[in-house]
């Protein structure tokens, strides 16, 4: 079975400074791996994801995440905070199903803060 | 740009009563999905739908639920006796089929009195 685990349920950063979200993963096959963004009364969002190709994906809003298989591992990171990147981030995990297609397993979600 | 679009945005009702949520995928999209969100708590898969038919659903989608694309157009969360541990925010998903990305309506807020 494959499970998601988001370290730090709250992270609050300055505007400008590097943000740094964590997410761990278990999968019995190769993964693929989603970043979502929730801002407040909206819709999850498709930041990035990784799919087997390059490990340092790139996304929207100048945020990208490294799949390191050895530390099983999907950190999303961006250099420099911004006020607009406040909002509740998850990570999540595609895993096969019977028919072929996937569903997602999130993790618990980390809430950004940024502080002016 | 084409997007997933759910009704209603917030539904009251009493418990013991029959909700529908409604769901708009995108177009040309196969696959759809429901999800749920209790508050404060991580978002979980329900049911997929492929050809008609439910193609895997979690423990938490018992007799009490059912989905159905009536039409062309929308695919319905139906839950027949609504509990209190029903609220949640309901999430509905689609997929094209030819990739992996899932793309998001903005939910619906279903609170059960």
């Known amino acids: 079975a494959q499970s998601v685990t988001q370290l730090g349920s709250h992270v609050s950063v300055s505007e400008g400074a590097l943000v740094l979200l964590r997410c761990n993963y278990s999968s019995s096959v190769p993964p693929y791996l989603f970043w979502y963004v929730q801002y407040p009364n909206q819709g999850l969002q498709l930041l990035l994801k990784?799919?087997?190709?390059?490990?340092l994906v790139k996304g929207i809003n100048g945020f990208e995440a490294e799949f390191k298989k050895s530390e099983t591992s999907f950190h999303l990171t961006k250099p420099s905070a911004h006020m607009s990147d406040a909002a509740e981030y998850f990570c999540a995990v595609s895993h096969l199903m019977d028919t072929g297609r996937r569903a997602l397993t999130f993790g618990s979600g980390t809430r950004l803060q940024v502080q002016p | 740009e084409p997007e997933v679009t759910q009704t209603p945005s917030h539904q009251v009702t009493q418990m013991g009563q029959e909700v529908i949520l409604r769901c708009v995928p995108i177009s040309n999209h196969l696959y759809f999905y429901w999800y749920r969100q209790i508050l404060g708590q991580k978002v979980e898969f329900l049911v997929s739908?492929?050809?008609?038919?439910?193609?895997?659903k979690s423990e938490i989608f018992d007799d009490q639920f059912s989905v159905e694309r009536p039409d062309g157009s929308n695919f319905t969360l139906k839950i027949r006796s609504t509990k209190l541990e029903d609220s949640a925010m309901y999430f509905c998903a689609s997929l094209q089929g030819a990739g992996d990305t899932q793309y998001f309506g903005p939910g619906t807020r279903l609170t059960v009195l």
């Open positions: 990784y799919t087997s190709a390059a490990t």
């Open positions: 739908f492929y050809n008609n038919e439910i193609s895997e």
